[in-house]
């Protein structure tokens, strides 16, 4: 390995870095920008007094930092098995000569269900100790019981205030972690430990949104992964231009429909008449809970995304001001009177953060800041600015549009108004716009200063500059989080109330649509503007036609009357080709039918919300189940323009694992679902197992009848019909552990032997719980010895290695998507997280 450049900086001032773009090797990063430091010394974000520490806390790295899974029966049992057996397993441990902490509780997160562990990465791969408690941790967080989290990223969706049967948007959903804590607030503490009530379908939802398909998937599979929830949708749009759904008047509207709203009758509801007919039957949806995590430039978390140091300018904050502006005023939109919205970002640029937040009030009067002082006790925040300066790139002040125009805030959906507009051969980047000339409200101004490297002047949006009535807006009662209060990232947060006595204007729903659609440019994915923010000047040719790209200019959205073109701008552009939800006929469905009466499904269970993703609207492949809300909202809108990629929780797989066809149920249990429909079984395909049974399965990829250890067991597994079953323990004991909760895990019943049906990462997550070593036969140790024993022939059924191996292709997509995900947090791409959700 080549050894990296000497320098002359202080060691403090130095890091090391792996260069993954140059194919390997270490490359050094200067941790300090001369430019950076003056323009926070110029906006005075921090105190005087405070201002070494703060400079110093950025130079050190993030602590680890994870919080659990609160929805989860197991929740409270993990949390305490850290508390009595963790905790005291790394106290007083050294690693080089010095004393190593123990992992801590977040003081003011709920419950004490987040930690902190202050070490030195090297700690965690090097000790003994650490080792091991990282190895936990990350079984765990395959397994969904904790989220690796970054602190400050845990405090928006806390500060939303989300209450079971509210409605929630999470506009800029994507990697997840936000949108999961929503979930679980939506859902109530410890889901799963109330199932016995039957509530399956509980009356709230959460419309998980954002602009980058990709990482739409990538969402799924961190949120539902966690928290299956029936109420859960993940959505593909800019977030500036989010649809306006509609919900029914009276339910006997959707009788009798399976599926989505056609396009004809859409194309009915633009005449006159359809009009009337619509606003009879419909009214439109707005959200109880918005939460705006916006695009940000990400300044805020230098301490774990370390090109940020030399990547900073002063351009990048001003250059997503209007996207973030336009994303806001969407939101503002789309809540309900006396709802709530926090706006957030990982910025502490005043461009990105109050000069938003006093545009966005100045043009809504109907909106105002709340004060949450008692939030989150021991929560450290700083208040909001009330003052700022719009400094430009040689750090002087930047030319500030005329009088007669600082009395109105330009309307972010002027697109000539957009900041540091750049002409390039018609290209605009962010917030410009095509063509030639001078934007009607944005100043223009002569100087070396205001002057980009092609000669082209600059404009400047008024809404970057303060009105003077800050403080009388109450921006002080934001939060700002700096990372030397509690050695955390750097956040700001602010919590905006829309009143409540009055309605909001009705509006029809084409009308409001083309609205929005006329007056906002799509939005760039999030990861890629916070790793390449637009900047004054002095970008990469590559980074400003990507941007350039990104960005549809305004006039030509507008001027797109086809419907199917203004579809596929609503997502970004990009055409929606993912496979249509519709639901099926309840128990008329034969499928439906044979997997109630094989299961001993209860009456009381939701039928109609069962619904297939084929265009057939057969039971082919897998059966899921929403809330009866999410039926509501996906019959009365078209499947287009929902861009849906993923809702509902899927309950049933289809198992084709008989070699002779005689398996009366071919469909098996999925453990994300398992929860939800095991109230409503009886107890005919419930296994009820001691801990040697549990150890045994555990230990073998299968077991055959004669062998299992328990007798009981052994009698009445024969006597089970073939097929999918699901394995009760009651409360499992281990190594110093007996959970409380009574273990439930999806099983599989052959003509011969039996195996479980869990995921391997997750499967290893609770060996290493119960048993502190992993007993699996995919664990390392395991895996050498079957190696050495490769010669023996199998013994395992066909029906047996069938449906073993439906289970790990599943494990297998869902490790890539993870391993994705956190390739993305980390930075390996080139993405960097516009929130700091995951470390």
């Known amino acids: 390995m080549p050894r990296p450049k000497r320098t002359n900086k202080p060691a403090k001032e130095r890091t090391l870095s792996r260069n993954n773009a140059q194919g390997g090797g270490w490359k050094v990063i200067e941790q300090t920008n001369p430019d950076f430091f003056s323009y926070y010394k110029k906006q005075k974000i921090i105190p005087e007094d405070e201002w070494d520490d703060f400079v110093k806390a950025l130079r050190e790295p993030l602590p680890t930092t994870f919080r659990l899974t609160s929805s989860r029966p197991t929740a409270h049992a993990l949390n305490e098995h850290i508390k009595q057996v963790y905790v005291p397993f790394l106290t007083g441990i050294e690693h080089e000569g010095k004393q190593l902490q123990p992992p801590k509780p977040i ?118 992964h966690r928290v299956p929830g029936t109420g859960m949708m993940v959505t593909n749009h800019d977030a500036t231009q989010l649809p306006s759904l509609r919900l029914p008047k009276v339910d006997k509207t959707l009788d009798g429909r399976l599926k989505f709203t056609p396009d004809d009758e859409r194309e009915l509801a633009k005449t006159p008449k359809g009009r009337e007919r619509a606003q009879k039957d419909y009214e439109g949806m707005l959200f109880d809970r918005i939460l705006a995590d916006v695009p940000c430039s990400g300044d805020g978390t230098l301490r774990k995304n370390l090109g940020i140091w030399n990547d900073w300018s002063v351009g990048n ?119 030639k000339g001078k934007g009607k409200k944005g100043k223009k101004a002569d100087g070396p200063n205001n002057v980009d490297k092609k000669g082209q002047r600059k404009a400047w949006t008024a809404t970057l500059w303060p009105r003077g009535d800050e403080g009388e807006k109450g921006l002080e009662h934001c939060l700002r989080l700096y990372p030397h209060l509690q050695d955390t990232g750097a956040f700001f947060v602010c919590v905006l109330v829309k009143k409540g006595d009055a309605e909001p204007e009705k509006k029809g729903e084409q009308e409001q649509t083309m609205e929005i659609e006329a007056g906002a440019p799509a939005a760039a994915e999030k990861r890629e503007r916070s790793a390449t923010p637009t900047p004054v000047d002095g970008q990469p040719e590559a980074k400003k036609a990507r941007q350039g790209e990104a960005a549809a200019p305004a006039a030509e959205v507008a001027a797109k009357d086809d419907e199917e073109k203004k579809e596929q701008v609503m997502g970004g552009g990009r055409p929606f080709n993912e496979e249509p939800y519709i639901y099926l006929p309840g128990l008329e469905d034969e499928q439906i039918q044979v997997i109630k009466d094989f299961f001993g499904i209860s009456d009381s269970f939701p039928f109609s919300d069962l619904l297939v993703r084929n265009a057939t609207g057969a039971a082919l492949r897998s059966v899921y189940l929403t809330s009866d809300l999410t039926r509501k909202l996906l019959l009365s809108n078209a499947y287009t323009r929902m861009r849906l990629i993923s809702c509902g929780v899927k309950l049933f797989t289809r198992q084709d694992s008989s070699k002779d066809g005689t398996y009366r149920c071919k469909w098996r249990l999925n453990s994300e679902g398992l929860e939800v429909v095991r109230p409503f079984l009886d107890e005919r395909r419930i296994l009820k197992v001691g801990n040697e049974t549990l150890r045994q399965v555990m230990q073998e990829v299968s077991v055959k009848f004669d062998d299992l250890k328990e007798e009981d067991v052994r009698e009445r597994v024969k006597a089970m019909e073939p097929g999918s079953a699901i394995l009760r323990v009651e409360k499992a004991k281990g190594k110093d552990i007996e959970m409380e909760e009574d273990l439930y895990l999806a099983f599989w019943i052959s003509k011969t032997s039996c195996n479980l049906m869990v995921e391997k990462l997750e499967k290893s997550a609770l060996s290493l719980r119960l048993y502190a070593e992993d007993v699996t036969p995919h664990s390392k140790a395991n895996v050498a010895a079957a190696k050495s024993a490769a010669a023996t022939p199998a013994t395992t059924d066909f029906e047996t290695a069938a449906a073993t191996d439906a289970v790990e292709k599943e494990d297998g997509e869902k490790v890539e998507a993870e391993e994705q995900l956190a390739k993305e947090e980390a930075g390996e791409e080139g993405l960097a997280t516009s929130a700091g959700d995951a470390a």
Not at 204 to 218: E, P, V, Y
Request: net charge negative; with cysteine.
């Open 107 to 224: 003081e003011w997160y709920p419950h004490q269900l987040a930690w902190q562990l202050p070490v030195p990465k090297s700690a965690l791969r090097k000790n003994d100790h650490m080792r091991k408690f990282q190895h936990f941790l990350v079984y765990e967080t395959d397994a969904g019981n904790i989220s690796r989290q970054e602190a400050v990223s845990m405090i928006p969706p806390l500060l939303l205030d989300v209450q079971p049967g509210h409605t929630a948007l999470d506009m800029c959903a994507a990697p997840g972690s936000k949108s999961v804590q929503i979930l679980e607030a939506l859902h109530g503490p410890a889901l799963h430990a109330g199932a016995g009530e039957k509530d399956v379908s509980p009356q709230g939802l959460l419309i998980a949104n954002d602009s980058d398909a990709k990482r739409c998937h990538l969402l799924v599979h961190q949120s539902l």
């Open 317 to 435: 904050g001003i250059g997503l001001h209007t996207l973030q502006l336009r994303i806001l005023l969407r939101g503002i939109q789309l809540l309900k009177p006396g709802g709530r919205l926090v706006y957030s970002t990982c910025s502490m640029n005043p461009m990105e953060n109050e000069s938003v937040i006093s545009a966005a009030l100045a043009l809504c009067p109907e909106m105002s800041i709340l004060p949450v002082p008692d939030a989150l006790p021991g929560l450290k925040r700083r208040p909001g600015l009330t003052s700022w300066e719009v400094l430009d790139n040689s750090l002087q002040a930047a030319p500030r549009p005329g009088s007669e125009d600082a009395d109105k805030p330009d309307a972010p959906e002027q697109p000539e108004e957009g900041v540091a507009v750049e002409q390039d051969n018609d290209k605009s980047t962010v917030g410009g716009s095509k063509g």
